[in-house]
């Protein structure tokens, strides 16, 4: 995951984000996560 968040900073404008189904990025806050279906995680990074 860290790799996929280097290359969306790298390839995405500022303000979008970056969605994760159930797979944080280590070391790196989330802008928030959300409880997905049966419970399994979202994890929302806005690329700033």
Do not use: C, H, T
Not at 22 to 38: K, N, T
């Amino acid at each position: 995951m860290a790799r996929a968040l280097a290359k969306a900073r790298a390839e995405l404008q500022p303000g979008a984000w970056l969605v994760s189904l159930e797979f944080a990025v280590g070391g790196e806050p989330p802008s928030g996560r959300l409880d997905g279906v049966q419970g399994r995680p979202v994890w929302l990074y806005q690329i700033g």
